[in-house]
Every structure is written in structure tokens, then in C-alpha cells.
């Protein structure tokens, strides 16, 4: 499978403040990110994609691809409460190959 | 749209026993993927299908795992003779298929919580 890796955690944020995750990957030819959150004990759900280089927008998230510098990232911006979770990144290769998550816990 | 749905949510078996999981991905999904996740790790991919057809395998898939979709729906993972290594949360997602491959969109089940004793 491919190498994906995270900036490893916890990240602990304040609320209202903005989350940054960072995701690397190994394989140059990829074409397509995922990023999904994870609560405790349940599955993960789909945040956004991305696969075009640059920033795509969707609420209160951003997520940025570097191809070049084979980087993709995840801004959460106005963090909640109910933002703590782990936060996976995916490359997709009609399989998803993830990273091992980051953990993020926002203080109230 | 119900989602992707798994059974039983949760199973505690005895080393040796054998035991199945099933998943019903959402409705006219062509591909079923299934994935396992152990704790503090991103989920690993095991098999996926396409309709009924089982087009790749993981090399984490021994011999003891076999994965079907019989009618291009629903779909099941057998593990026999299990080891206390085979615990962990086995995950079944569904994707469309037909949006091509950059775009299309893996949606996860609830998952089986596998405890071997």
C-alpha cells in the first residue's frame, strides 16, 4: 500500500482557534485525498476531498494539495468542542491507503 | 439513502471459533470495500469487489479470511480458526463506482468490533 503519514498528535487546540493537520504521501503519481473524521468507537466519516493543486473551501474546513511538494493538508477554522475527534487522511487509488490519524481535542 | 449498514456490531468469540461478519452497502453501490483498524492505526484495506466480482486481495488477507458478494449486494467476511491478532474493528465501505476514480467517494459502515478470547 501506499505511504501516507500524519503530523503525529494530540493537538490540542482552544476554541474558535484554527486546527492545522498535515498529511505527506509517497507515491508522486497519486491523484486523489480524502480526509475523514473519526469519533471515538464509531466509523469514519467522509470530511472533503481534494485533487486539484491548491485550497478547497467547504464551511469551516479547507483542505490544500501541494502535488509538487506531495503535501495535503486540513485547516479547520472557528474550531468546537465537537470538532475533537481523529482526523484521517487517504490516498485514493480506488482503495483507500490512510495514515495513522491525528488526534485533535479542542478546549473550551 | 440508509447507508452502509454492518452485522452484529459487535462479536466476542473464542480463539479457534469461526466467525462472519456481513455488510449491506447503500443501495446500487457497484463497489464494497472492506478494511480492518486496530487501535491507534488508520484502517487497512483488505479486499474490495466490483458488483460480484473480487478484483484484489491484500496480503493481509491469509487464508483463514474469505470475503464474497454472491449476488453483487450484500457481502460477507469469514474469518475461521481465529487468532487473538484477528481483534479489531472490521469495517465494510461502499462507493459508487461510477464517478470515476479521483472522485469517487468511499462511505463507511458503523463496523464489527471482533474480539478474540
Known amino acids: 500500500q501506499k505511504e501516507v503519514e500524519q503530523n503525529s498528535g494530540p493537538l490540542s487546540v482552544p476554541e474558535g482557534a484554527i486546527a492545522s493537520l498535515n498529511c505527506t504521501y509517497s507515491d508522486r503519481g497519486s491523484q486523489s485525498f480524502f480526509w475523514y473524521r473519526q469519533y471515538s468507537g464509531k466509523s469514519p466519516e467522509l470530511i472533503m476531498f481534494i485533487y486539484s493543486n491548491g485550497d478547497k473551501e467547504d464551511g469551516r474546513f479547507t483542505a490544500q494539495l501541494n502535488k509538487a511538494s506531495q503535501y495535503v493538508s486540513l485547516l479547520i477554522r472557528d474550531s468546537q468542542p465537537s470538532d475533537s475527534a481523529t482526523y484521517l487522511c487517504a490516498v485514493n487509488d480506488y482503495k483507500l491507503s490512510f495514515g495513522a490519524g491525528t488526534t485533535v481535542t479542542v478546549r473550551a | 439513502d440508509t447507508g452502509v449498514s454492518q452485522n452484529p456490531r459487535h462479536k466476542i468469540t473464542k480463539r479457534g471459533q469461526n466467525v462472519t461478519f456481513r455488510c449491506d452497502p447503500i443501495?446500487?453501490?457497484?463497489?464494497l470495500y472492506w478494511y480492518r483498524q486496530t487501535l491507534g492505526q488508520g484502517p487497512e484495506f483488505l479486499t474490495y469487489?466490483?458488483?460480484?466480482?473480487?478484483?484484489?486481495k491484500s496480503r493481509l488477507l491469509s487464508d483463514r479470511f474469505s470475503a464474497e458478494r454472491p449476488k453483487g449486494s450484500f457481502s460477507t467476511l469469514e474469518i475461521q480458526r481465529t487468532e487473538q491478532g484477528d481483534s479489531a474493528m472490521y469495517l465494510c465501505a461502499s462507493s459508487s463506482g461510477l464517478a470515476g476514480g479521483v472522485t469517487d467517494t468511499q462511505y463507511f459502515g458503523p463496523g464489527t468490533r471482533l474480539t478474540v478470547l
Open positions: 469487489f466490483q458488483n460480484e466480482a473480487q478484483l484484489e
Open positions: 443501495s446500487e453501490h457497484n463497489r
